[in-house]
């Protein structure tokens, strides 16, 4: 498996990763439709690309036959933290297989190189399996918030991490 930056052109498989991400988890939690208004508000191609050419918010993918994961992140303006953690998917066949571990890991010596002392993000209570990922890798409950998603009204958690 290969970490590099991302590049513009990764962006269609970077919606592809976090549809499977999406399907796969939030299906049961907020239903399908809900999950393609949010991939395709949140993860248009487009925006992507310019997401991915901004320098303040590396973002980084997980490359093995295909792209199989990335994440992203940068400054903080408004959370708990000096830094935000804000996109982090792996495809569910990867799962288990150390990729969230080693793009978390990446995206964090990136942030601790640029000056920043923590890392803050948001997740939805319900998503059991990403919480576990996120206690495991030091993550501390700062806040619990409830939040609209989709048209929804959704708990979520905002957690810490010292860099």
């Known amino acids: 498996m290969d ?6 052109d990764d962006a269609p498989a970077v919606r592809q990763v976090a549809r499977r991400s999406w399907n796969e988890i939030y299906d049961e ?5 809900a999950v393609d208004k949010m ?9 992507l690309k310019q997401s991915i050419e901004r320098p303040e918010n590396p973002m980084f993918v997980a490359i093995s036959a295909d792209l199989v ?4 992140g940068g400054p903080s303006e408004d959370g708990p933290a ?15 297989d150390g990729v969230g571990t080693t793009l978390l890991e990446r995206l964090c010596t ?12 948001s997740v939805m ?16 409950i700062h806040e619990r918030r409830t939040a609209e998603l989709a048209g929804q009204d959704a708990t979520e958690l905002i ?5």
Do not use: C, M
């Open 159 to 163: 957690l810490v991490k010292d860099l």
């Open 39 to 47: 991939i395709g508000e949140w993860y248009d191609v487009g925006a």
């Open 29 to 33: 939690i907020i239903g399908e439709e």
């Open 69 to 72: 994961g990335f994440v992203q």
């Open 110 to 121: 990136a942030l601790r190189t640029d000056g920043h002392d923590s890392v803050w993000l």
């Open 125 to 140: 209570a319900d998503n059991d399996v990403v919480r576990a990922f996120y206690a495991k890798h030091a993550f501390e």
């Open 82 to 96: 000096d830094a935000v953690l804000s996109r982090i998917y792996i495809s569910p066949a990867n799962w288990g």
């Open 3 to 8: 970490i590099r930056e991302a590049i513009p």
